[in-house]
């Protein structure tokens, strides 16, 4: 589906819609001060697709600062993405070994150390993205949709210094 809109420029509505979530998370983030909740809650609404967020600090073991509802990940379950991001070796063990959320053992798939750390198995990923003070977190069935949406608030949270 495609609309011309006044001044003959040709936008898709996928295109639309991203802008519009865009709009509302600046919005929001300028005019607002949100709480940590927030932020997890705008991970969700932020990527299509995207089951549960949370912001938890860069400390070991990992505070939790926020979580969606649909965020199920246990505080051991994090604090093992979180070193795997944080530390080296972890990140190498990870490579070699994976990680387990729940029942699920996830593979490390593109990944960066200190900056994004991806898991899959099946139709099941977990995205954790460094910010200056924080973790962001995203649940996904795919890992593109939970890495632009924990990038966005990432990068949202450390332009405010977190």
Known sequence: ???RVHGGF????????L?????YLLFVSLTHKMSWAAYADAVVTAGQGVTGGAV?????????????????LTDAEVNTFADALL???????????????????????HSEHG?????????????????KQAIVFAVAAVPQQATAAAESIAKDLSSKGY
Do not use: M
């Not at 802008?19 to 709009?23: I, K, L, N, S, V």
């Not at 070796?89 to 996830?106: M, P």
């Open 1 to 3: 589906y495609q609309r």
């Open 10 to 17: 040709l936008f898709d509505l996928s295109t639309i819609i």
């Open 19 to 23: 802008f519009c979530r865009f709009a």
């Open 56 to 72: 938890y600090g860069k400390s070991h073991p990992s505070a939790l600062w926020g979580k969606s509802a649909g965020f199920t």
């Open 87 to 109: 530390n080296q070796s972890a990140f190498d063990n990870a490579s070699q070994n994976g990680f387990h959320v729940g029942t699920k053992k996830l593979i490390k798939i």
């Open 115 to 131: 900056v994004v750390l991806r898991g899959k198995c099946n139709e099941f990923s977990v995205v954790a993205v460094a910010s």
